[in-house]
């Protein structure tokens, strides 16, 4: 049965092949109003053979014996530690407030393989070469995307949300500050640990869907990191973003098929970025859900800070006039943060969302 989706969400297709203040600009306006975009892919930085590889492996994987994924459950010694390896069916709770169970779906968790790939089951192992080509594909877009929001350049900057006008494209951080590699040293991968996963996700059919029944497989949540590259398969749509009207807008997969042979990679600001913009960057709140028997796949790069990058305010005027005084508080409500707990670690904030997520211990 084909998903009935709700209205578009209308969530721009950028190119950023090549960078320009133009370009740099749009992709501020998307961040900091939908928190989402779609960024064209130039089948060179993620070459869509390796997409299509990936969602053949990912299938293999999630039709392999129970036995043989439960052997690298997530969080166990055999996986690697904490947040790597296979979830199982509602084995976690992305809205734990929202929910009497956890999530319809599997998943499997692969941290960066820096300075090595984590242990993997036998059928993944084998195609390490091309999970680690995509991971580092992955973490280049996130990159590129991070240097064109830190960008400078003297040009006149509107926020149709925040009703200011600014000198500056996109974050406009002062090259004294570190300019538009700001964010990217703090990623830097070689220079320390990260949280950053990447996520294959199996939706499989239930019976309410077979029995023509909508069901939620990904409750109501926000990402905890940076930037979130997502990659879904044609025909196999349900992502929703939660609009500011309480509705919710489906997000189709590839919004423009005439022109787009192969589908845009979706990106989403996650909350730490948020966070670390004061909220001037949204950290839109979103879901799963669709009906009929068709199982689901996606796969999701979660991109986050080295573990040790201290979440200080972005040295950026635009950011000290922009600053969501709301999203921001939700943000610290989020992480429990106290009155006076100003300062926190990239590794801190993840920590304080997995507790809640999987019920981690100190």
Same mark, same amino acid.
């Given at each position: 049965?084909?998903?009935?989706?709700?209205?578009?969400?209308?969530?721009?297709?950028?190119?950023?092949?090549?960078?320009?203040?133009?370009?740099?600009?749009?992709?501020?306006?998307?961040?900091?109003?939908?928190?989402?975009?779609?960024?064209?892919?130039?089948?060179?930085?993620?070459?869509?053979?390796?997409?299509?590889?990936?969602?053949?492996?990912?299938?293999?994987?999630?039709?392999?014996?129970?036995?043989?994924?439960?052997?690298?459950?997530?969080?166990?010694?055999?996986?690697?530690?904490?947040?790597?390896?296979?979830?199982?069916?509602?084995?976690?709770?992305?809205?734990?407030?929202?929910?009497?169970?956890?999530?319809?779906?599997?998943?499997?968790?692969?941290?960066?393989?820096?300075?090595?790939?984590?242990?993997?089951?036998?059928?993944?192992?084998?195609?390490?070469?091309?999970?680690?080509?995509?991971?580092?594909?992955?973490?280049?877009?996130?990159?590129?995307?991070?240097?064109?929001?830190?960008?400078?350049?003297?040009?006149?900057?509107?926020?149709?949300?925040?009703?200011?006008?600014?000198?500056?494209?996109?974050?406009?951080?002062?090259?004294?500050?570190?300019?538009?590699?700001?964010?990217?040293?703090?990623?830097?991968?070689?220079? %320390?640990?990260?949280?950053?996963? #990447? +996520? @294959?996700?199996?939706? &499989?059919?239930?019976?309410?869907?077979? /029995?023509? =029944?909508?069901?939620?497989?990904?409750?109501?949540?926000?990402?905890? %990191?940076?930037?979130?590259?997502? #990659? +879904? @398969?044609?025909?196999? &749509?349900?992502?929703?973003?939660?609009? /500011?009207? =309480?509705?919710?807008?489906?997000?189709?997969?590839?919004?423009?098929?005439?022109?787009?042979?192969?589908?845009?990679? @979706?990106?989403?600001?996650?909350?730490?970025?948020?966070?670390?913009?004061? =909220?001037?960057?949204?950290?839109?709140?979103?879901?799963?859900?669709?009906?009929?028997?068709?199982?689901?796949?996606?796969?999701?790069?979660?991109?986050?800070?080295?573990?040790?990058?201290?979440?200080?305010?972005?040295?950026?005027?635009?950011?000290?006039?922009?600053?969501?005084?709301?999203?921001?508080?939700?943000?610290?409500?989020?992480?429990?943060?106290?009155?006076?707990?100003?300062?926190?670690?990239?590794?801190?904030?993840?920590?304080?969302?997995?507790?809640?997520?999987?019920?981690?211990?100190?």
């Amino acid at each position: 049965m084909a998903h009935s989706e709700p209205s578009d969400a209308g969530i721009p297709v950028l190119d950023i092949s090549n960078a320009t203040a133009e370009r740099a600009r749009k992709v501020l306006d998307a961040a900091s109003t939908h928190g989402f975009l779609f960024i064209k892919n130039d089948g060179v930085t993620i070459p869509p053979k390796d997409i299509n590889d990936m969602f053949d492996l990912s299938r293999q994987f999630f039709q392999s014996p129970q036995e043989a994924k439960q052997e690298f459950a997530i969080g166990s010694e055999k996986a690697g530690g904490k947040n790597r390896g296979w979830v199982k069916m509602q084995g976690e709770a992305l809205d734990p407030d929202g929910q009497k169970q956890g999530d319809p779906k599997e998943a499997f968790n692969i941290a960066e393989p820096i300075p090595h790939l984590q242990p993997l089951p036998t059928l993944l192992s084998s195609q390490k070469q091309l999970i680690q080509r995509f991971q580092l594909s992955c973490h280049t877009l996130c990159t590129n995307i991070l240097t064109l929001l830190g960008t400078s350049h003297p040009s006149i900057l509107t926020s149709p949300k925040k009703k200011l006008t600014q000198q500056g494209t996109a974050l406009s951080i002062p090259s004294s500050a570190g300019g538009s590699e700001w964010f990217t040293t703090r990623h830097d991968q070689s220079r %320390g640990p990260s949280g950053t996963i #990447f +996520r @294959l996700l199996y939706y &499989p059919a239930t019976k309410q869907e077979r /029995e023509g =029944g909508e069901s939620i497989r990904a409750g109501a949540h926000s990402d905890y %990191g940076s930037v979130t590259l997502l #990659f +879904r @398969l044609p025909g196999q &749509p349900g992502l929703e973003i939660l609009k /500011e009207d =309480g509705s919710w807008a489906a997000v189709p997969v590839n919004p423009n098929p005439e022109e787009l042979s192969d589908a845009p990679i @979706l990106v989403n600001i996650g909350d730490l970025l948020s966070f670390w913009t004061s =909220g001037m960057l949204k950290s839109t709140v979103h879901r799963v859900t669709f009906s009929g028997g068709e199982e689901r796949y996606s796969m999701a790069y979660f991109c986050h800070p080295l573990d040790d990058a201290m979440l200080e305010k972005v040295p950026s005027k635009t950011v000290e006039e922009s600053v969501d005084e709301g999203e921001l508080r939700r943000q610290r409500e989020r992480l429990g943060l106290g009155e006076h707990e100003k300062v926190i670690t990239a590794g801190e904030h993840l920590h304080r969302r997995l507790k809640v997520t999987y019920g981690l211990e100190e």
